[in-house]
């Protein structure tokens, strides 16, 4: 898709319309806890987007770097839902196959969505098998954590799935038809 | 009173919340009871990759708990809490996410309406319950121990209607009526404790984690009182790192319980990575 398109997906699928009520104030940015490591702070991130250089503004860590800690979203003196706008940039970059290159939330996000399309649930360990695979570093650094958490018998092991999975499955899959048709 | 659970993913695995939770809320009679076939909520990793499926996963807690008329839902984790009360908004302002949401739910012959009210525990034994009913089952005196009162983002915010939304005071009132002392002034309470980013980004987000300790040491406290697993864990697990002086971070479940005199084996204090030993303090 080109600028032209992506803005409109965003600005018409996903309200991003709202962002024209935004005064540039920088409050987002000036509350934001990651602000400091992010490409763009939300208020310039979103100044790109008005101007429809989406490309460049899905190629930043920003969204991959927001907690969705609602700092800025309370604070914006235009009620601009900040964080969800953020979770809309996230899919579609993702959709676009556009991603900052130091960016490892989407294999954290993966391992966990892994574990709950098999079970319907998660557990620590069910999830960092799965990110190990695509980050070891990350979680070899943590691997003296796994040490003192086993010691303390905190990690679990065993996922106890859904008990009707199959119903659990059937639901998640009929809603994935339905997305893809509307 | 009765009461719909979802424990949540993390809630078995987290430092003691599990048993703490069970036993006072067995002292409490707040009845919790666990919603049958329960799933995951999705958290912030499906808010991220998906639009349907993501409230797909907290429509189906809630209409499991409607199946077996619950009024209510209780959380324990902030997460999750956060997650069911978005889900519930985003199906209450748009017909057409409702019907198939709907659709997607009758595969397990399920369904959602949005009746069910959606609460976090600490909040329940705050609003629903009278402290002087709380008073009475009190049997350990913690007034020389000064509880620095950590909530994290996602239960005030981005709502803001059930307690302040940068200074809530909810969990401050609990500590005062188990006869603790609240830190006062502690400005980290709502400081967001890098919730899942913690082992992708550590060196971004320790910062957060700095501030919460250190703040919590300048005001006086011993300990640090939470009330989501995730917040627990991010601000017990990496102090090693942080080169200041260790502070226990306890569940609120686990402070009520040792202010009922339940022993600290009841609470399971000891999978507490930074150690809180009740002697210390003289009870
Ligand atoms: S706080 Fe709101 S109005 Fe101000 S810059 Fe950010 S988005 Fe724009
Ligand atoms: S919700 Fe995201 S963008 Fe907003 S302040 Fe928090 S981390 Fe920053």
């Known amino acids: ?182 | 009173m009765k009461y719909g659970f979802f424990p949540g993913c993390t809630f078995k695995g987290a430092a003691g919340y599990k048993e703490s939770t069970e036993a006072v809320s067995q002292i409490l009679q707040t009845e919790l009871v666990e919603i049958e076939d329960w799933n995951c909520c999705g958290a912030t990793s499906y808010w991220s990759l998906e639009d349907l499926p993501a409230l797909i996963l907290p429509a189906r807690v809630m209409a499991l708990a409607e199946k077996h008329n619950f009024k209510e839902v209780v959380n324990v984790c902030n997460a999750c809490y956060s997650t069911l009360r978005k889900a519930q908004d985003k199906l209450a302002e748009d017909e057409r996410l409702m019907e198939q949401v709907n659709e997607a739910l009758a595969e397990e012959t399920l369904s959602y309406t949005g009746s069910t009210k959606i609460r976090h525990y600490m909040e329940v034994v705050v609003n629903d319950l009278d402290p002087e009913e709380i008073k009475k089952h009190i049997k350990v005196n913690l007034k020389h121990l000064t509880i620095a009162p950590y909530y994290g983002c996602q239960l005030n915010r981005p709502w803001g209607d059930i307690d302040d939304l940068q200074h809530p005071v909810m969990m401050d009132r609990l500590i005062e009526t188990l006869g603790a002392s609240v830190a006062t002034n502690y400005s980290a309470k709502t400081v967001c404790c890098g919730a899942s980013h913690m082992m992708p980004y550590e060196k971004n987000c320790l910062p957060q984690i700095r501030r919460i300790v250190s703040d919590a040491h300048a005001k006086g406290a011993q300990a640090i009182s939470t009330l989501c697993p995730l917040c627990q864990f991010n601000v017990d697990a990496p102090q090693s790192a942080l080169d200041l002086p260790d502070i226990p971070v306890l569940y609120f479940t686990q402070l009520m319980g040792l202010a009922f005199g339940l022993e600290e084996k009841d609470l399971q204090l000891k999978k507490l990575l930074v150690p809180f030993k009740m002697a210390v303090w003289g009870g």
């Open chain 1, 1 to 182: 898709m080109d600028n032209a398109a992506l803005k409109e997906k965003f600005f018409e699928k996903y309200h991003g319309e709202e962002l024209q009520n935004c005064i540039q104030c920088g409050t987002c940015s000036g509350s934001c806890p990651l602000a400091p490591y992010m490409d763009y702070g939300p208020r310039q991130l979103f100044q790109l987007a008005r101007e429809g250089d989406m490309e460049e503004i899905l190629k930043a860590n920003t969204m991959w770097l927001c907690v969705s800690c609602y700092n800025c979203t309370v604070k914006c003196p235009r009620d601009i839902v900040i964080t969800d706008h953020m979770y809309t940039l996230k899919k579609i970059a993702l959709q676009e196959g556009i991603q900052a290159p130091t960016t490892k939330l989407p294999a954290l996000y993966k391992s966990f969505m892994g574990s709950v399309e098999r079970y319907g649930k998660i557990t620590d360990i069910s999830v960092m098998n799965r990110y190990a695979f695509r980050q070891p570093m990350d979680v070899m650094g943590n691997a003296f954590l796994a040490l003192k958490l086993a010691r303390r018998k905190r990690l679990e092991y065993k996922v106890h799935p859904v008990k009707n999975l199959a119903g659990f499955k059937k639901v998640m899959k009929k809603a994935r038809e339905l997305e893809k048709t509307s």
